[in-house]
């Protein structure tokens, strides 16, 4: 073992003579074992709270949505998916018509209405993947031409309406249709064929699926679709799919992609993520304060071993390396210990959904912990760093020091 490893573990183990610094290098160690735990659980915690709503709004909304020019809808929706469903990078593509209506049953509320092909639309969003009861398919399954055609509701808007599969609501349509009496709206009764819950709850308590001919009936347009939209395989090379899509389709077409659409959104979870780990990493930087006023205490409480030391043949350089080595050691073990509690402590809070928040305000029912190896390896480079950083003033003053004035006063 080096003497210099050999200096700087005995200065750090606690000893009779040396107990107040030994006391001051542990405040040291844990003031990193801290910084360094609070940082991995908040970068955990952003990382995961961000990708499960992200991955809930993508696996609800569409990746690329192609509409016609102007806003309008269109006839050759069909031609359209035919089209986009021959480019690479496209894995699914279905016509959609949005709506709005009022939906009565026991209760009411205000719902969006979504046409879909239920055969296309399994390849392009998560529906028929969560429904609660019933099947997406269910919607263009048509007993008789007298039978009440059907609907799919979310499961938080199907208790509000207090509703269960098999019963009946009435929907109405503000696109109303002209009569003697004027212009009314379009109320039509549809049999709840299933429940859908997507764990987002602007979805569960606000949407309502019909069969696409079922929605063009009551919104009161032809055989037209607002969007087609669509699924790529690869999420963030989502531009080069929507250039290639806009070539196949032509000058009349425009398309917009999930990154636009949520823009602001995701805008604010990496200013969200960046500040946070701004603040949170001053707890790091005042542990690393901590280390500087230790290893200066250090230095002045050993001025004569520095000096003996230094008539024995020691070099500054040996000295430097000495101070540089105890704030190395306090690093690793604080940064090792932290990043153990860290990753233990974001394990255990994401198995057993220990962080719970209210659902209607955040979208999800828990906190969800994910920590990236990134992050990680981020943090467990940086924290030690910053404490090796810490010794250099202390370190270079103790290689500075004179051997006739440090043994002239003791």
């Known amino acids: ?137 269910d919607l263009s399954l048509k007993t008789d031409e007298h039978a009440l055609p059907p609907i799919v509701l979310g499961d938080e808007l199907a208790i509000q309406l207090g509703v269960f599969a098999g019963d009946t609501v009435k929907v109405t349509s503000p696109e109303g249709h002209l009569s003697p009496f004027g212009m009314l709206p379009r109320t039509r009764s549809f049999r709840v064929a299933g429940v859908f819950r997507l764990g987002l709850y ?10 696409l001919p079922d929605s063009q009936r009551l919104l009161g347009v032809g055989d037209e679709a607002m969007y087609v939209e669509t699924k790529v395989r690869d999420l963030y090379r989502v531009e080069e799919t929507e250039i290639a899509a806009m070539k196949a389709l032509g000058p009349d077409y425009g398309s917009m992609n999930w990154k636009e659409t949520n823009r602001s959104l995701f805008s604010a979870f990496w200013l969200e993520k960046m500040v946070t780990t701004i603040f949170i990493s001053f707890i790091v930087g005042v542990a690393a304060l901590n280390i500087v006023a230790s290893q200066i205490m250090i230095v002045m409480n050993k001025t004569r071993d520095i000096a003996i030391l230094r008539s024995m043949g020691a070099s500054p350089r040996s000295i430097m390396s000495i101070f540089m080595l105890q704030g190395g050691i306090i690093g690793v073990a604080g940064t090792a210990l932290g990043a153990a509690l ?63 004035e440090a043994l002239r006063f003791e």
């Not at 003497?3 to 030994?22: D, N």
């Not at 003031?31 to 360094?36: D, F, I, M, Q, S």
Request: hydrophobic share 50%; aromatic share 10%.
């Open 202 to 211: 602007n979805f569960d308590n606000s949407w309502a699926l019909l069969d």
């Open 342 to 404: 860290g990753v233990a402590i974001s394990w255990f809070l994401d198995a057993y959904r220990l962080v719970s928040i209210p659902e209607d305000v955040y979208q999800v029912a828990y906190v969800p912990f994910k920590l990236l190896a990134s992050d990680f390896t981020l943090v467990v480079l940086a924290a030690p760093l910053i404490c090796f950083l810490a010794t250099l003033y202390p370190a270079w003053r103790a290689a500075r020091l004179v051997i006739t």
């Open 1 to 137: 073992m080096p003497f210099e490893l050999k200096v700087a573990l005995r200065y750090l183990l606690a000893q009779r003579r040396q107990l107040f610094i030994s006391v001051i290098s542990t405040i040291s160690t844990l003031g990193v074992v801290v910084g360094v735990m609070i940082l991995l659980i908040a970068l955990a915690i952003l990382t995961g709270f961000q990708g499960e709503l992200r991955s809930r709004i993508l696996g609800a909304a569409s990746h690329l949505s192609i509409y016609r020019e102007g806003g309008q809808s269109f006839e050759d929706y069909r031609r359209v998916v035919e089209v986009l469903e021959t480019i690479d990078g496209i894995e699914g593509a279905a016509p959609v018509l949005y709506g709005k209506a009022l939906v009565s049953g026991t209760g009411s509320g205000l719902v969006t209405l979504k046409g879909i092909d239920p055969v296309l639309e399994k390849n392009v969003t998560e529906f028929g993947g969560k429904m609660l009861s019933g099947e997406l398919e």
